[in-house]
T-cell receptor, first 111, second 114 residues
Framework: SQQGEEDPQALSIQEGENATMNCSYK?????LQWYRQNSGRGLVHLIL?????REKHSGRLRVTLDTSKKSSSLLITASRAADTASYFC???????????FGTGTSLTVIP | NAGVTQTPKFQVLKTGQSMTLQCAQD?????MSWYRQDPGMGLRLIHY???????DQGEVPNGYNVSRSTTEDFPLRLLSAAPSQTSVYFC?????????????FGPGTRLTVL
């Protein structure tokens, strides 16, 4: 399987704190994406970072990518209770047509 | 726009029964895909399509068939349901084929096979 892995599997923080989750993957990529999934719902796209980029920001989200280590991190700053969800990274195949999702990090933000 | 819609939301089947999970999108997206999500496994790609008339296998295609006769619809067929196919199924679409970017997901179908 080319499925990646997120770390940690579960994370619990207080509102206002920062949350960092990591993703490791196995093969070379064209781009890496992060998604959020609220309980019982579909996934929602958060951010995409291309293989030639090292860092990207979107609002309270900061994503880094290290292709030499085949890893990425997602930082959520000033977390809110509404950020409580599972977060998944997704990488693409060399053809760009298949996507491999990680096992997810379950984030709980305590008000 | 409704985005990506899936029907039914819930389904219970007996082993050996067949059924079709429906997926439709109204964003004129070329790329569509089906995933299954199992506890602790993340999402795994079953089949995908880069346009009408073109389909291909993903990571876990066995036991599933797909067709893509129109841009809008991408049904997933279970020919003979097995308990191992108990899962939550998600359909997704994207505006591009190769190196597809943001994928839009449907709300999912929760399938139980007894």
């Amino acid at each position: 399987s080319q499925q990646g892995e997120e770390d940690p599997q579960a994370l619990s923080i207080q509102e206002g704190e920062n949350a960092t989750m990591n993703c490791s993957y196995k093969t070379s990529i064209n781009n890496l994406q992060w998604y959020r999934q609220n309980s019982g719902r579909g996934l929602v796209h958060l951010i995409l970072i291309r293989s030639n980029e090292r860092e990207k920001h979107s609002g309270r989200l900061r994503v880094t990518l290290d292709t030499s280590k085949k890893s990425s991190s997602l930082l959520i700053t000033a977390s809110r209770a509404a950020d409580t969800a599972s977060y998944f990274c997704a990488t693409d195949s060399n053809t760009g047509n298949q996507f491999y999702f990680g096992t997810g990090t379950s984030l709980t933000v305590i008000p | 726009n409704a985005g990506v819609t899936q029907t039914p939301k819930f389904q219970v089947l007996k082993t050996g029964q067949s059924m079709t999970l429906q997926c439709a999108q109204d964003m004129n997206h070329e790329y569509m895909s089906w995933y299954r999500q199992d506890p602790g496994m993340g999402l795994r790609l079953i089949h995908y399509s880069v346009g009408a008339g073109i389909t291909d296998q993903g990571e876990v295609p066995n036991g599933y068939n797909v067709s893509r006769s129109t841009t809008e619809d991408f049904p997933l067929r279970l020919l003979s349901a097995a308990p191992s196919q108990t899962s939550v199924y998600f359909c997704a679409s994207s505006s591009t084929g190769h190196f597809a970017g943001e994928q839009f997901f449907g709300p999912g179908t929760r399938l139980t096979v007894l």
